[in-house]
């Protein structure tokens, strides 16, 4: 399963099932998008889209099955996917961010790990979402300078090793550790050790990512263009059945 994507923390696959997959959840995907009524951040230039797709917990969409198959994951109960959307423009500055966390957006791309929240007032990181993979599946046509997703490789193995010594003898509920030192110094390991990439995508293929993999999203490059109304990518982030399950190394 996971363990094809080794030292990298992730793979891209193409087949005529995602392709159908794509095809079906596409119309549905911009009906979505465009009947929301949600708001647009960073300045209207990205639609966050979290459990925007209405595909059935088996994955299906209409009469296209999920390529589970295809995709090279074992078959899990499915959420809604999300439907990240970037277009134009994108990252402009919102009114509900911070001009640091700007500047980081633009700089390093929002780089993550996704599963950590942040909690309280003092917005510490904690993992409440602790997900057993990601899966990104893009749904319609873009130019690949138009706000692609970007990891750093190698960096799952960074981030697992800094996370599993942060738990080690914890005592208390493991979703209730306060990890934000320790996150902040292993990301900042990453960006100085890991190489980063780029990943655009088209109809057809999907990524895989590791769930300790940090990944974030390139700026929309001027003259990129994407079908209208933007750059659309489904997501998939099933969740595991606790903290202790999504440090293992192992898959």
């Not at 990298?8 to 794509?22: D, F, K, L």
């Not at 299906?60 to 959420?79: D, I, N, S, T, Y």
């Not at 599946?137 to 750093?152: F, G, H, R, S």
Request: charged share 25%.
């Amino acid at each position: 399963m996971l363990g094809e994507i080794g030292a990298r923390g992730w793979r891209r696959v193409a087949g005529s099932g995602i392709a159908a997959w794509a095809a079906a959840a596409w119309p549905v995907a911009r009906e979505a998008v465009a009947g929301s009524g949600l708001p647009w951040r960073c300045g209207g230039t990205w639609f966050v889209g979290l459990d925007a797709l209405p595909n059935g917990p088996d994955g299906r969409m209409g009469e296209a099955e999920f390529p589970w198959q295809e995709v090279g994951l074992a078959p899990v109960p499915l959420h809604p996917a999300q439907l990240s959307v970037t277009r134009e423009g994108y990252p402009r500055q919102g009114e509900e961010e911070s001009d640091s966390a700007f500047r980081f957006r633009q700089l390093r791309d929002a780089a993550h790990l996704d599963g950590l929240l942040p909690m309280g007032e003092a917005r510490r990181r904690m993992v409440r979402e602790p997900h057993g993979w990601i899966l990104g599946l893009p749904l319609n046509a873009a130019t690949a300078d138009a706000a692609p997703l970007v990891v750093w490789e190698g960096s799952h193995l960074v981030m697992g090793e800094a996370l599993r010594a942060a738990f080690a003898g914890c005592r208390g509920a493991l979703e209730d550790l306060d990890i934000t030192e320790v996150y902040q110094a292993a990301r900042k390991r990453v960006f100085e050790t890991c190489p980063r990439v780029e990943l655009p995508g088209r109809p057809g293929e999907a990524v895989i990512l590791h769930r300790h993999l940090i990944h974030g999203v390139a700026p929309w490059s001027e003259g990129a263009w994407a079908e209208a109304p933007g750059r659309v990518v489904a997501y998939f982030r099933p969740l595991m059945a606790g903290v202790a399950d999504w440090l293992r190394e192992k898959e």
